[in-house]
């Protein structure tokens, strides 16, 4: 019997690594208005003093952004357009249309409801499809409000309001002195893992952002973007047919050798609290979640909480579906590194 192979090449996911200054911006946004995780941010501290002298349009715009998470919508518009300066993402913005436009800015949810998103971004003043799709996303921590404040605005009103946060914030960056050094590390970041091989997709992913990927139905491109101002957490965001990884640039490229990396100084922040030791210990015998460490510990999940994301921000811990477990691994890459910056590893 003849057999005749009628097979299509096996498509891959197209991998890319994408930093621009538009990138950095909108993340440095997405930080400084995240209320719940900021004070694990390595910019926190700065953050904090510069709220004395920026300017006070800037405070009301990311005051504004904090209350809304329109930076979500940020992210989204800038994964399309891919602008390598504000004015191109300006002109950009003004050239898509109104349908478009919110089919861009509204999040995805699944293969099953992308129908209902469709029909919500052709009928931006229809209450009734927004309402069925901000249900949607009950429960989660800002999506379905953030579907309403789409809803609550006029596209006008979001397009001023984007332009307005990026270029102020733009402005008041650009006066560091240390942003001409952030950005020449994404760039090096960008150009040192071109030509990605795509058909080795996941262990690239892990190779370049230190995260594990499985490969998703739908998903035909993963972009990793490089960032410092949202370090030390890698951000995650999906949209219909494109993941994203946004993770911290290695901070070796940002510090003069004898500057101790902020992840030794965030790792000895994070030790040095005996009740944080004593969750580390509890952990080291067996994953753990939130509710059962709170009755062991005889405080608040809050407050527990509140101790836990330091660990997590130093990468001391890790949490699965509400399950904190500790991560040897980095315990152990610390000491190294530790060792490495005072010279004791020759």
Known sequence: MKIMDATLPEET????????????????????????????????????????????????????????????????????????????????????????????????????????????????????????????????????????????????????????????????????????????ALTFEEQQHRGLDSANAAKEIERVASVDYAPEPSVWSVKLIPHVSYRPWLLTIRTADVKLFFYPVSEQQLLDPEVPPNELIQGHKALGDGLRLNVLHYLCHGPAPLQEMSERFKMSKTTLHHQLALLKAAKFVKVDKGVYSIQPEKLQAFSTQLNRYLGMDE
């Open 13 to 184: 996911i197209h991998l890319t690594v994408e930093q621009s200054p538009v990138w950095e911006w909108i993340v440095g946004i997405a930080g400084y208005t995240h209320g719940q995780l900021r004070h694990t941010f390595e910019m926190d501290e700065e953050w904090t003093q510069d709220a004395q002298a920026m300017p006070a349009s800037l405070l009301e715009s990311l005051a504004k952004i904090e209350e809304t998470n329109l930076w979500y919508g940020l992210l989204l518009l800038q994964n399309e357009f891919g602008a390598r300066s504000v004015e191109e993402f300006a002109e950009r913005l003004a050239e898509i249309s109104e349908e478009r436009f919110y089919d861009i800015l509204l999040p995805y949810h699944s293969r099953a409801a992308e129908a209902l998103r469709e029909q919500a971004a052709q009928h931006p003043e229809d209450s009734g499809w927004w309402f069925s799709y901000a249900r949607l996303f009950e429960g989660h921590a800002y999506l379905s409000g953030y579907v309403w404040q789409l809803h609550g605005h006029t596209r006008a009103q979001l397009s001023e309001l984007f332009m307005k946060v990026l270029r102020e914030w733009q402005d008041w960056m650009t006066k560091k002195f240390y942003i001409g050094r952030w950005l020449h």
